[in-house]
């Protein structure tokens, strides 16, 4: 799928045709600077990586310093490979911007949800808890409660809700709608949600 990295700057709304108040997220879209193009005969493949958001050359190492010299550019932090652009659509070294997508574009968006560090069960997964605080009970209203194996299978399945590690995901939000095109600013506003937090990094696909 053709499509270009960027940053989620924050939310908004608009008023659509019947004057009701629409939930958007604005996302930076670009401008991303063609790297390399990985060929069939080369590299077994097709496909156009993109480099976007400048960084220190003390922060690069010389391998990416070379990299990103051949393709006459500045150091870049982040870089993703996309397989929908055709053979001699794009050159190396070229610039792709907001323009790429228009107004009433359908769009796919990929971003990193917010790590929530390590939780319990009824944050994790909605647990209610073991309930009142009758016949004696103590500290139980966050707990797990029973796990549910007895003699036998006599250990934990695999699979069973506990507490852990939670968020930082890759998520994907599907099908999401462009109301607005700013290309001068390389802006993009769709209609709901986007994962992640403000200045995170998304991938943004049609």
């Given at each position: 799928m053709q499509g270009?990295?960027?940053?989620?700057?924050?939310?908004?709304?608009?008023?659509?045709?019947?004057?009701?108040s629409v939930p958007c997220t604005v996302l930076q879209a670009g401008p991303c600077v063609v790297t390399q193009i990985k060929t069939r005969e080369k590299d077994g493949y097709f496909a156009v990586q993109l480099a976007f958001d400048d960084k220190k050359e003390k922060h690069t190492t010389k391998a990416?310093?070379?990299?990103?010299k051949k393709a006459n550019t500045s150091p870049k932090r982040k870089l993703v490979?996309?397989?929908?652009?055709?053979?001699?659509?794009?050159?190396?070294?070229?610039?792709?911007?907001?323009?790429?997508?228009?107004?009433?574009?359908?769009?796919?968006?990929?971003?990193?949800?917010k790590g929530r560090g390590f939780q319990g069960?009824?944050?994790?997964?909605?647990?209610?808890?073991?309930g009142g605080q009758t016949h004696g009970q103590h500290n139980r209203l966050r707990a797990p409660g029973?796990?549910?194996?007895?003699?036998f299978p006599s250990r934990v399945l695999p699979g069973m809700?506990?507490?852990?590690?939670?968020?930082?995901?890759?998520?994907?939000?599907?099908?999401?709608?462009?109301?607005?095109?700013?290309?001068?600013?390389?802006?993009?506003?769709?209609?709901?949600?986007?994962?992640?937090?403000?200045?995170?990094?998304?991938?943004?696909?049609?």
């Open positions: 270009l990295i960027g940053k989620k700057i924050g939310m908004t709304s608009l008023f659509d045709e019947n004057g009701r990416e310093l070379g990299h990103f490979e996309f397989t929908g652009f055709e053979e001699g659509q794009v050159r190396e070294g070229e610039v792709l911007t907001a323009e790429l997508f228009r107004p009433d574009n359908w769009v796919d968006v990929r971003g990193w949800s069960v009824v944050k994790r997964h909605k647990f209610g808890g073991v029973s796990l549910g194996a007895s003699s809700r506990m507490a852990g590690r939670m968020g930082g995901n890759k998520v994907m939000a599907m099908s999401m709608r462009v109301l607005k095109l700013m290309p001068e600013n390389n802006i993009l506003i769709v209609k709901g949600p986007v994962p992640g937090p403000k200045g995170g990094y998304v991938i943004i696909t049609k």
